[in-house]
């Protein structure tokens, strides 16, 4: 059957949120699925949609993103209108996306993924090293808020949330000595001029998917199935396998520090899983290789493991 390929008359619709970042990201979808079909730019239409999750950030910007509800309220409307008809595909940031998708809805196209490491962002300091005893960090990410007191336990941890430009004020106000980012985002935004500082993923280990493009469809839609699978990337679909299948496993949810990272060497895969209490008093984890095919298998094992390691009450915190 011949593939009926969207034109300027007819565009192909693709749903984002509205920050720079997520534009950054659909347009980076658009110019890719043009240049595979040799498409004008006109041939798609991108489509910013508001989240709960974008107004709800808006109105309690000092909450921690858990009280608010989680990582499903940055993509409920947006799914909502995949479903509808309202928009043909979506572009997500993988590290925000839930385990599970809604009956009806796909998630099998990934772009080459950027950077994954986390950045310290400073104006005055290079590393986390750098900071005094007790010195005042910032960060909406339970994940680095646990690592970081892991690691540091005399540091103390303020709820940190906006976008590049809202962070760096803050910083110049002396709200923090410091925060983190993910450099894929700085990356992605061409963002030179931020002082930002990579730190290596063995000494925090990244979010799961953290720095991966994820794109989803209706299930039967097949043009955008065909469409799609011109510019999804198998090596970043390996490592997600195992990353997701860990994250899943799990039970992951932004109530949970979880960390985990593949990376590929042939046909080998590398999975790196950590889990810690939020407030950083403990964290467990784990460092295994296999076939890259295994990956998913790898990952729920090393979850059945680092569950069995934690013990009862490990997951029963009040935080």
């Not at 079909?37 to 909450?63: H, R, S, Y």
């Not at 309202?86 to 772009?111: F, R």
């Not at 095919?293 to 915190?317: C, S, T, V, Y």
């Amino acid at each position: 059957m011949t593939l009926t390929l969207p034109t300027p008359a007819s565009p192909l619709k693709i749903g984002t949120r509205g920050s720079p970042l997520a534009l950054a990201q659909a347009h980076e979808t658009r110019d890719r699925l043009a240049a595979a079909f040799d498409l004008p730019a006109e041939a798609f239409e991108i489509v910013v949609i508001k989240t709960t999750g974008d107004n709800q950030a808006l109105i309690a910007a000092d909450k921690p993103l858990k009280t608010l509800g989680g990582k499903g309220l940055f993509t409920k409307e947006i799914e909502e209108a995949l479903l509808s008809g309202g928009i043909d595909i979506a572009v997500h940031s993988m590290k925000d996306m839930p385990v599970a998708q809604p009956e009806g809805l796909q998630l099998d196209c990934y772009l080459p993924r950027e950077d994954v490491r986390d950045a310290f962002i400073s104006p005055a300091l290079s590393s986390i090293h750098d900071l005094a005893p007790g010195a005042v960090v910032g960060t909406s990410s339970l994940r680095r808020r646990a690592q970081l007191l892991n690691r540091r336990p005399d540091l103390k941890v303020v709820e940190f949330r906006g976008n590049v430009q809202t962070r760096l004020r803050k910083l110049s106000e002396g709200v923090a000595e410091c925060t983190f980012l993910a450099m894929a985002g700085l990356n992605r935004l061409a963002m030179a001029d931020v002082p930002a500082t990579a730190i290596e993923t063995a000494d925090m280990l990244p979010a799961v998917a953290q720095g991966a493009i994820g794109i989803e469809r209706r299930a039967e839609d097949s043009r955008a199935r065909d469409m799609l699978a011109a510019i999804h990337d198998a090596l970043t679909g390996q490592r997600l396998a195992a990353e997701r299948a860990f994250l899943a496993a799990l039970d992951g949810s932004c109530e949970t520090p979880i960390a985990g990272l593949a990376e590929l060497n042939g046909p080998t895969l590398r999975l790196r899983g950590e889990v810690l209490r939020p407030d950083g008093s403990e964290a467990i984890s784990d460092d295994q290789t296999c076939p890259v095919e295994d990956g998913a298998q790898l990952g729920r094992e090393m979850a059945a493991k680092l569950l069995q390691q934690a013990g009862p009450g490990f997951f029963d915190w009040k935080s």
